[in-house]
């Protein structure tokens, strides 16, 4: 990331701390130069993709956003193209693992939470759920930081595997509607794994009077379960414009899932705020608070590292 681009980025968060209203009105529409268009560009190509098929491939010509010169935006992209190579049959293979594991865990936990319900505790219950919710959200945001900030691709398995799919979803962000349930779901399946096996040890090993006294806690695992395993098709669906069920779009209108108009505040070049996207509840408090950039601001001074620079790499390709 040359240090022009870099200096501009930071200018454009103190701009957006100050002048949020400027920034972005309630429609979500951004009057800051040339960002207006990067909002719009997913929704077009989305329209595109629905009136000319989903097999046929799409392109941009228009950059998103400062720093990404001419490069190509969506399918075509050289970097697009190259990250959507790497996916591989074993890391298939580990997503189907996940995904039936989980949901196995999932469905027998869930029934021995049914069998043990009582209301002693509804209060805590009811807590428990909402704090398993919230939990969820912010864990959304410290991952999908963490991934889309720092990192690189070509640090061994893990780059691959995990931080690959968020440099494309930046230079193709509809490249997520087409994933089928396994490939959008199978990681995060893969992170409930351990607490929901832990769940179903004790539903197997407890006493009654332990289920009892553990239930809302029980709760809160299973609600931050449930949400951290539904957190990318939440996010897929907010990428989503056409063919969606009214009842999912009755979730986003009501804020209880990840709005569409939400999210796209975050893919406003150059990606540096509204992270969480599970319900996106805690993007506003944490940006008002700089949570995000002040951490950056401390890594960066430990490390030395400038955040974001393999996602712009990535942006920047062009064979």
């Known amino acids: ?7 501009f980025a930071r200018r454009t968060r103190l701009v957006k701390r100050a002048h949020p209203i400027l920034f ?11 960002c207006g268009k990067g909002l719009n560009q997913e929704w077009n190509m989305a329209r595109m993709v629905n009136e000319n098929g989903c097999g046929q491939e799409l392109q941009s010509t228009e950059p998103n956003g400062p720093g990404r010169g001419t490069a190509r935006w969506g399918p075509q992209h050289a970097g697009a193209l190259e990250l959507a190579n790497l996916y591989s049959p074993g890391k298939r293979c580990q997503e189907w ?19 043990n319900f009582h209301l002693g505790h509804m209060w805590y219950i009811l807590l428990g759920i909402v704090a398993g919710i919230l939990t969820a959200d912010f864990a959304s945001g410290l991952v999908h930081w963490g991934a889309d900030t720092w990192g690189s691709v070509e640090l061994p398995i893990f780059g691959k595997a995990f931080i690959r799919p968020f440099r494309e979803h930046h ?3 509809t490249a997520i509607t087409r994933h089928d349930f396994i490939e959008t779901n199978g990681d995060n399946c893969m992170l409930t794994l ?15 009077a332990e289920h009892y006294h553990n239930y809302p806690w029980h709760c809160y695992v299973m609600a931050l379960a449930i949400f951290v395993t539904l957190t990318n098709q939440i996010h897929k669906w907010s990428h989503t414009y056409f063919g969606l069920p009214g009842w999912v779009v009755f979730l986003q209108n009501c804020h209880i899932i990840l709005p569409r108009k939400h999210h796209r505040i975050h893919h406003v070049s150059p990606h540096e705020t509204y992270f969480c996207i599970t319900t996106g509840w805690l993007n506003y408090p944490l940006e008002k ?5 002040k951490l950056e601001d ?3 001074s430990v490390t030395g590292e400038k955040p974001r620079s393999d996602d712009l790499k990535w942006a920047h390709k062009t064979k």
């Open 194 to 208: 351990i607490p929901l096996a832990h769940m179903s040890f004790n539903f197997l090993t407890l006493s009654p």
């Open 97 to 115: 693992i996940s995904v039936v594991l989980c949901f196995s865990l999932m469905a027998f936990n869930f029934c021995h939470l049914l069998v």
């Open 1 to 7: 990331m040359s240090t022009a681009a870099y200096t």
């Open 289 to 293: 608070l700089g949570f995000w950039s």
């Open 24 to 34: 972005c009105s309630s429609s979500y529409i951004c009057w800051f130069p040339d």
């Open 171 to 173: 230079i193709d962000p």
């Open 298 to 300: 401390l890594i960066q």
